[in-house]
């Protein structure tokens, strides 16, 4: 293989490893996509910078494809679709980005890592390599944002394995002193393996059997119980007023997922019942773009999709404390978790209804971007899937 042949094809292939490896699912191996600026700033041109860019990012999406195809029952060629439509945002900044002036790289990084946290660009802006920032330097807040931004900056610079070296440094020490996120004492979160009856099955029998499980958890001092998303279905006065008369006598709160409807479209939301009865606590700001958010229906003038609400509702009141709710897709972005730190809520909720996403590594590396976010601003983290 020629020389000019050899380089871009070693790039290439390493920035599919570094995509595969970094967002397996595993927090820890998280550092691993700071490995993907270096690639990045290795390229000779625009267009391996382009294919160093699809690499990385449609390998760490790579379990989108399958998860459509069970989402909608139907076979591969939606999920190729949306999986290489999602790439572009990511590919098209840091292939426009890209520059051969080594003066002006860490500059252009910088702006490519700031389109790709917030929106537009940010909607799609997963496995964003910050990420990592939780687990090298777990508590450090905010500071521990600005030293792993910086030290992408210097990724991309002549001095990058000096940069490297201190990252993999400061991985190491974090990795030997690793623990998980603290659980609050009062609350619990709850996982289920309903497949997709969860959210569609709406049965009496249904809302029963999860009262019950609610009611065995939340033993001893548990006064918070969480559930998936979609747990309850659409939210009505007829659930409503089932669950706070079955939760009467007892000082138990629920939060779960649901959806309110209307005539021009729903929303994916929290809502918190007691034996007082429910309110909506929480609507959900970036669903999934395509499947759940389709703006270009109002465009058209026609109804439907899920309502995005991204500037609203970062944080919510339960009890005395100040929650910061992620629900599903949410955990994969930097926007809404940025927003909502910016708050300093008490503790972190994050709740996905995955049973689409069996045999892939989706519900996995939302669980590690989720520890990751709360480990860096050290918040205590509540976690409630279903599979």
């Known amino acids: 293989m020629r020389r000019n ?18 967002w397996s699912g595993y927090a820890l191996l998280l550092p691993v996509a700071l490995a993907f600026p270096i690639l990045w700033s290795l390229a000779l041109t625009r267009w391996v ?7 990385y990012f449609l390998a760490a999406s790579r379990g989108l494809p399958q998860g459509v195809a069970a ?52 909607i799609t802006g997963w496995a964003h390599p910050v990420t990592a920032a939780g687990i090298l330097f777990p508590g450090w807040g905010w500071w521990g944002l600005v030293a792993t931004t910086a030290g992408l900056m210097g990724l991309v610079t002549r001095m990058w394995p000096a940069v490297a070296i201190a990252f993999t440094g400061f991985w190491l020490w974090s990795a030997a002193n690793w ?34 499980t609610v009611k065995d958890l939340a033993s001893g001092n548990v006064r918070n119980v969480v559930l998936p998303e979609s747990a309850l279905g659409f939210w009505t006065p007829t659930v409503e007023r089932l669950w706070a008369k079955a939760l009467q006598g007892t000082n138990i709160s629920v939060i779960s997922g649901a959806a309110t409807i209307d005539a021009t479209g729903y929303d994916n939301v929290l809502v918190t019942i007691s034996a007082d009865g429910g309110r909506v606590l ?37 009890g005395d404390r100040q929650v910061a709710p992620l629900i599903c897709y949410e955990q994969l972005v930097l926007w809404t978790v940025l ?3 910016a708050y300093d809520p008490d503790l972190i909720i994050a709740v996905e209804n995955g049973w689409w996403t069996k045999d892939t590594s989706i519900v996995a590396i939302q669980r590690a971007s989720a520890v990751a976010w709360a480990k860096l601003f050290a918040k205590p983290l509540v976690l409630s899937f279903n599979t």
Not at 5 to 22: D, E, F, R, Y
């Open 5 to 22: 042949h050899l380089q871009p094809a070693l790039l290439t292939v390493t920035s599919i490893v570094v995509g595969t490896v970094g």
């Open 49 to 55: 910078a382009a294919l160093v860019s699809a690499g």
């Open 71 to 122: 989402f909608y029952a139907s076979d591969l060629w939606p999920g190729l679709l949306l999986w290489l439509c999602a790439s572009v945002s990511f590919v098209t900044v840091h292939t426009v980005l890209w520059t051969k002036c080594s003066d002006r790289r860490p500059f252009r990084y910088l702006l490519a890592a700031a389109l790709m946290a917030i929106p537009p660009m940010g």
């Open 179 to 212: 623990t998980e996120p603290k659980l609050p004492e009062d609350w619990r979160g709850v996982d289920l393996e309903l497949g997709s009856s969860l959210g569609r099955n709406t049965s009496i029998q249904r809302h029963r059997d999860l009262i019950a």
């Open 282 to 318: 929480y609507r959900e700001r970036v669903p999934v773009p395509g499947s759940m958010w389709q703006p270009w229906r109002s465009w058209l003038g026609t109804s439907g999709g899920a309502r995005a609400h991204f500037f609203a509702n970062p944080v919510a009141t339960v």
């Open 339 to 341: 927003q909502s730190m």
